[in-house]
């Protein structure tokens, strides 16, 4: 039975933080480098003024958080590494731009994790690339990569208005033409025209595909406001298709049907492929960096 990524808009937030400086302002009046205890608890080296650290430094907070990067007036700003690194469970690495002691601006997020102590390599890893703020990553693409699943990997793209997913069953097939055999979801929402689908395999027997018009909802999320959802059963030679209004189920009807089940995919996925192309290029440079 093939498993399903489920690819949630990932959220890491690193537990330290900081003011997005620019140019040659985050270095001025920096004449010495000196060591530091923060306030928090870190240790400093690095530029400073006025006995807080300015301009390029170090800091590390005990054995496992580690900051290199620009500061102003005693905060992370600018560009900088965060990594934190607990060998039992986890290594986090960020790489962009800093802001109010938090990550604010373009950067990367990489994330490896052990899904229990014992362990001995990682078993996800997940990287993000693209616009945070407050530490969060709002807008980009994203990979997660889940190891214990042998070689799926999950793909997302997201922006307010926009947002486009789909996962492989096999990773040897990233250097390769997509084929919908090898997808286990492909979704697309264009949310500033309401248009969209969702294409989701959910086992060797049964389909999932459902499109029309989509909204956001209260929590932020997107669901299907008016369209069709369009279950197909193997077992039963059937296609279960429900009509969806102001996002509930109007009517419901099966349908007999003598296509096949990966025919029945590969038609609709077909059509549909040459939406991921302004994509393809950044996922694969993404991935590669996991």
């Known amino acids: ?36 205890t923060l306030s928090n608890g870190g240790t400093y080296y690095g530029e400073v003024q006025d006995g807080k650290p300015h301009g390029k430094g170090t800091a590390t907070w005990g054995e496992y958080k580690t900051y290199i990067g620009e500061w102003k ?6 560009k ?28 990367t997020l990489i994330e490896y994790s052990k899904f229990n102590e014992f362990s001995e390599e ?38 307010d208005d926009v947002i486009v997913a789909y996962a492989l069953t096999d990773t040897n097939e990233m250097n390769a033409p997509l084929k919908a055999e090898n997808m286990s979801l492909f979704a ?23 499109y029309g ?26 296609i279960s298709i429900a009509n969806v209004q102001k996002s509930k189920i109007a009517t419901f ?10 025919s029945y995919r590969e038609r609709i996925i077909k059509k549909k492929l040459y939406l991921l192309d302004p994509y393809i290029s950044n996922f694969k440079k993404l991935f590669n960096q996991l």
Do not use: C
């Open 253 to 262: 009807k099966a349908v007999p049907t003598s296509e096949k089940l990966y």
């Open 1 to 36: 039975m093939k498993k399903l990524i489920t690819i949630p808009l990932l959220t890491v937030v690193l537990l330290l933080g900081l003011s997005v400086a620019n140019g040659e302002d985050v270095y001025a009046a920096t004449t010495q480098e000196v060591s530091l």
């Open 188 to 210: 697309f929402v264009n949310l500033k025209k309401g248009s969209g689908f969702l294409m989701q395999y959910t086992d060797d027997s049964q389909n999932m595909y459902q």
């Open 73 to 78: 007036y005693g905060k992370r700003s600018g």
């Open 213 to 238: 018009t989509y909204k956001k909802d209260s929590s932020g999320g997107t669901l299907l406001y008016n369209g069709k959802i369009e279950l197909f059963n193997r077992h039963y030679d059937e």
């Open 80 to 107: 900088g590494e965060f990594i934190i690194t607990i060998p039992e469970t986890t290594q986090v690495i960020y790489d962009g731009t800093w802001g109010y002691d938090k990550q604010n601006g373009q950067g």
């Open 122 to 159: 990682y078993d996800r890893a997940t990287a993000q690339q693209g616009s945070f703020k407050s530490g969060i990553p709002v807008s980009g693409y994203s990979v997660i990569r889940d190891y214990t699943l042998e070689s799926e990997v999950g793909f997302r793209y997201t922006t």
